[in-house]
């Protein structure tokens, strides 16, 4: 395979420069072999590390008319401020919206405020709905952010390695004398050297998935528990609820999978909704939530995911395209 020939389609689609038409190619490319996959991967993941690396005002300048030609009508107003996003537009119907949109380095907002003499300067990374990213912390940690999340960072950890955490991250934790903790609405997450999964949307419950090593989640109201390798707590309006998970469902989304295992529909159109940069409606019909789906999504359009739930089940859809809304009714 010549990846030479496709390059400059991977730098043009990261760039939001491709045509809809060589999307649909790029994409029937991509799906044809792992190493084509892989090779995408590497792209995207270089391209987010130049931004990072060339803060110059010739960067900062195209970065800028970048964002200008995605939305006008708004204006980056401080240089040091970089950001890269990409809108999938669904068309006739729905046909371009391609969950290639998470495997980019989305939002990269590196936000610089003036710090006083010798202290930590903080760092900001979003990776907004529709794309995800992956980065290292000052400690070496490693850190893989979802789609619709946020993370607060210093530029160098002290006596303390304390980060703020909205949405969902997966972690990889470098041991250190020093605790390493994720702080939440909901609470912290305290670790020293451990792999583990966060979630805490503020639509959704707060939940911890351990991978291995050893974590205690405390929420803000002082309850508490302690997680080892294999389990996850999820937080409740009615406590903690600890239990042994098959720990991919829950960290398959940093390899650009998404896996349902017998989940409710409403839960399911929270996490599509999320992946794909869409707003998913449920229409008040109790018969949507006794719907359960269990698939593996990876590099499917969400046409083709808007077909399963069709075929699999007694729903379709309505499209609101101004909107970008996607509203699911039970067939009567």
């Known amino acids: 395979m010549d990846y030479l020939q496709y390059k400059n389609r991977i730098k043009q689609f990261l760039e939001g ?19 084509n996959k ?30 200008e ?3 006008p009508e708004k204006k980056t107003k401080n240089p040091f401020t970089h950001t890269l996003k990409r809108y999938y537009h669904l068309t006739a119907p729905l046909a371009a919206a391609f969950v290639i949109g998470f495997i980019i380095a989305g939002v990269v907002l590196w936000n610089v405020t003036k710090p006083a003499k010798q202290a930590a300067i903080q760092q900001k990374i979003t990776a907004p709905h529709g794309a995800r990213t992956q980065f290292t912390l000052p400690d070496s940690s490693l ?7 946020e993370l607060l960072f210093p530029s160098h950890f002290e006596d303390k390695r304390q980060i703020s955490l909205t949405g969902e991250a997966y972690f990889e934790v470098k041991k250190g004398k020093s605790p390493f ?41 002082g309850n508490g528990a302690a997680l080892r390798p294999g389990y996850q707590a999820v937080y409740t309006p009615t406590g903690f609820k600890v239990d042994k998970v098959e720990t991919e469902l829950y960290t398959s989304w940093t390899e650009g999978r998404l896996i349902f295992r017998k ?22 019909d ?4 006794d719907i359960y789906y269990t698939a593996t999504i990876e590099m499917e359009s ?11 089940a007694s729903v379709d859809y309505t499209w609101d395209e101004e909107n970008r809304v996607i509203n699911l009714f039970y067939l009567k």
């Open 263 to 284: 989940e409710s529909l409403p839960q399911m159109a929270k996490r599509l909704g999320r992946w794909y940069n869409i707003k998913i409606e449920l229409d008040d």
């Open 17 to 35: 420069t491709l045509s809809g038409t060589e999307e649909i190619k790029l994409l029937e490319w991509i799906k044809q072999s792992p190493d």
């Open 143 to 149: 850190v893989w952010l979802n789609c619709g999340s």
């Open 181 to 221: 903790v994720v702080s939440t609405v909901y609470g912290d997450v305290e670790v020293k050297g451990t792999s583990f999964n966060v979630k805490a949307y503020q639509d959704d419950f707060f939940e911890t998935t351990l991978v291995k090593g050893k974590v205690n989640v405390l929420t803000e109201k």
């Open 302 to 312: 969400f046409s083709e995911v808007l077909n399963l739930l069709k075929v699999t």
């Open 38 to 67: 892989k090779y995408f991967h590497y792209l995207q993941s270089s391209l987010g590390e130049e931004v990072k690396r060339r803060q110059n005002k010739v960067v900062t300048l195209r970065w800028q008319q970048l964002l």
């Open 69 to 71: 030609r995605i939305e």
């Open 286 to 289: 109790k018969r949507l939530e």
